[in-house]
Each structure stands twice: as structure tokens, then as C-alpha cells.
């Protein structure tokens, strides 16, 4: 059992690593406190961008910019400090250089290259180390905060949010397509700020020729753009579409080989991977295997994917059950005849529908947003 102020030290190093929520990708958010033994604040941050310097090394270097002695001290962490050369080097090593006396942490690394090693590297040393349970509270807002992390370390794929702005019947579109607006412009921020925390966002081919979009992040700060991920089974993507944006990468997946066209798109700056579906007696189905999208993205370094698609493509993802959680917001209107959040079925029996758990919904402007996680996916 932690003491009042250890909670203390660990909510606030959690707060830290909030702020890293758009940066570290693929790395993961992670926030360091340094405290004396007297449970003065010595130093304290936040992990960098991808190649920069972990939460550890910013608390340290705090410390060591204020001239505090970090002997005897102790650091509040909310992941295992990393034990493996990486992109950095082993922030284990760095703590026991620095004479830290002992370590809280929230949580054990997920990484197979990590996974215990930095724990037994720094008891090694003489380090106390110190884990809270899996159920603790303050262990499970960690790992909920880095579930993308988790979900790519222990699934090998990404965690899959589905993002659907609606009116209150459940419709994301006139007949005709037309969508824009059906939610507020305060909805369409909060949206734009679940797109900035992903590693990627993706949407249909049908997107991409109807509405001709950036996908980009626009109505909040971010210091990156996500990568686009573009299910495209036959390669109908214009090279000239305005989605190519400097800066990111463009992932299309197609089920039909056409190396012309892939030329050109990738001249264009995509990268063109072919994924065909095939049924149980081998034969193509002229789709793309979702499934193995997920994991050559899983591969990529994809910890967050943000669905944002036509109700064709977001149906073919719950079929597969290939969806973690809904992210919707529902505008106080009725639309009547319309596209729907989800083609699939039809079901023949209750019991075949997809279960949800629901978060405490919240009003964003005028309209309600609901956070739906698919029962049983609580894996971490």
C-alpha cells in the first residue's frame, strides 16, 4: 500500500506524461518525478518526441540543471525504466548512475525487450524497486493512457477506436452523402484531438473520393501529424489527392496488384502494400485482408488507429471484430432516412450484438460524446 504522498508523487508524474499524449509516438507517455529524501521536489518531466530523451533523463536533468544531489532519492515513474538500447540508451542505467535510492513504478513494460529486465537491472544495482498491483487505480489510469502501447506489445496490433459523429437517430449522412456538419464545431475539435493522440487515422477509399479530405490534425495544437492509413482494394486513390501531405507518412492497402498505378502513388509519397482477403477454400475475395492490416501496422509501429470511414467500412471492421472501442458523438437532431454508423449483418438473434461498456458520457457544445468499449477487450 502506497503512502498519501507516494499516491501524491504518482498522480503528479501522471499528469507529467499527460502532457506527452500527442509526442511520443510509437514510444510511449511516460512522466517522472524525483523526490528527496526529505520528499522534496527535485526534478521532474515528461518522454520526449520518438529519439529524444525519456522521462527519466528530463526528471535527472532538471535535477542536475537546479544543482540538486540526487543520492538517497527516489523516482516516481509510470512505466518500467526502459533497460535496452533503443533509439536511446537504457534509462536504468542513468537512474543508477545518478545514486537514486529507489523507484516506484506503476506498471511493468509490456516490451519483450524490457518486460522485468530494468526492474532486475536496478535491484541489481541495490536499488528499491517498488510495483503497484495491476488493480490498483493509479496502475490502471497508466496503462489506460498508453493502451496503444500495450495493445501493439501483448497483441501485436494496435488498439482500434472507431470515431462516428451522428445525429441522434444514428445517421452520419443524407442519402446523398452529404455529412458536413451534422455535429458542432465544438465536437469536430474534440475529434480532431482523439486524431492527434493516434499514431495513425484511417478511412475507406469511398471517403477519399467523396469528400476529397486532408485527415490532417487542424483545429487543436499538435506538435506532429498522425500517418494515414487508406483501405484502398483496388488502387483508386488519386496520386494528385489532397490528402498527401508533407511530413507523414501514407499507407494505402489494396487487395489488386497494379504496379502502374502503385507507381504512381508512390511517387506521390505513398507507401502501397498489397493485403488480398482470401475465403476458407483459398479463393481471393477482392478485399483487403483487414486483419492483416492491423498487424503489418501492429509492425509499423502503429500503437493508436483512429477509424474515421463510411458506414461500409466501419461495418466490415465490427463484423471482423477488428474494433476496440467507439468513439461517437451524437448531435440533437433527427435525420430520418440516412447512412448508418455500421453496415453489417443483418443479426438473427440479440444475442449476436455487439457488447459494449459505456464510459460516463459528456456534452462537448451541444452534442454528446459516448466512449463504447467492446466487452471483453479489457486485456492489459
Not at 33 to 43: C, K, M
Not at 148 to 166: D, E, L, T, Y
Request: charged fraction near 20%; hydrophobic fraction near 40%; glycine fraction near 10%.
Amino acid at each position: 500500500m502506497l503512502g498519501m504522498n507516494s499516491s501524491q508523487f504518482l498522480r503528479q508524474a501522471l499528469n507529467l506524461a499527460t502532457q506527452s499524449l500527442t509526442l511520443t509516438s510509437p514510444n510511449p507517455r511516460v512522466g517522472c518525478v524525483i523526490v528527496g529524501p526529505d520528499e522534496a521536489l527535485l526534478g521532474q518531466g515528461h518522454t520526449q518526441r520518438a529519439g529524444g530523451p525519456h522521462a527519466e533523463i528530463m526528471a535527472l536533468r532538471d535535477a542536475q540543471a537546479n544543482d540538486h544531489s540526487l543520492v538517497g532519492a527516489t523516482a516516481y515513474v509510470t512505466l518500467e525504466p526502459c533497460s535496452h538500447h533503443g533509439r536511446t540508451g537504457p534509462c536504468c542505467d542513468a537512474l543508477i548512475s545518478a545514486g537514486i535510492k529507489k523507484v516506484v513504478a506503476t506498471n511493468t513494460d509490456p516490451n519483450p525487450l524490457v518486460a522485468g529486465q530494468g526492474f532486475a537491472r536496478l535491484r541489481a544495482a541495490g536499488v528499491e524497486v517498488e510495483v503497484l498491483p495491476a488493480d490498483d487505480p493509479l496502475a490502471v489510469q497508466a496503462r489506460e493512457l498508453n493502451i496503444g502501447f500495450f495493445s501493439r506489445m501483448v497483441r501485436k496490433k494496435p488498439w482500434v477506436r472507431m470515431k462516428i459523429a451522428a445525429s441522434l437517430d444514428g445517421k452520419t449522412a443524407l442519402d446523398n452523402g452529404a455529412s458536413q456538419w451534422i455535429t458542432s464545431p465544438e465536437a469536430r475539435a474534440d475529434g480532431h484531438a482523439w486524431r492527434a493522440r493516434a499514431c495513425a487515422v484511417l478511412t475507406g477509399i469511398g471517403t477519399v473520393l467523396q469528400d476529397r479530405p486532408t485527415l490532417n490534425v487542424r483545429l487543436v495544437e499538435t506538435p506532429r501529424q498522425p500517418h494515414l492509413v487508406i483501405v484502398d482494394s483496388n488502387l483508386r486513390t488519386p496520386p494528385d489527392a489532397p490528402l498527401f501531405i508533407a511530413g507523414r507518412a501514407v499507407y494505402i492497402y489494396a487487395a489488386t496488384e497494379n504496379d502502374t498505378k502503385k507507381l504512381a502513388l508512390e511517387q506521390s509519397g505513398a507507401t502501397v502494400i498489397y493485403l488480398p482477403g482470401t475465403r476458407a477454400d483459398g479463393t481471393p475475395t477482392g478485399k483487403v485482408d483487414l486483419a492483416a492490416m492491423l498487424l503489418d501496422l501492429g509492425r509499423r509501429e502503429i500503437n493508436e488507429l483512429h477509424i474515421e470511414a463510411g458506414h461500409q467500412l466501419n461495418g466490415s471492421l465490427v463484423r471482423e471484430g477488428l474494433v476496440d472501442e467507439l468513439l461517437i458523438y451524437l448531435a440533437p437532431k433527427f435525420l430520418g432516412h440516412g447512412r448508418g454508423m455500421a453496415q453489417f449483418g443483418p443479426l438473427t438473434a440479440l444475442d449476436q450484438a455487439l457488447q459494449l461498456d459505456f464510459s460516463p458520457p459528456i456534452l462537448v457544445g451541444p452534442d454528446l460524446r459516448i466512449l463504447a468499449r467492446v466487452r471483453g477487450r479489457d486485456v492489459f
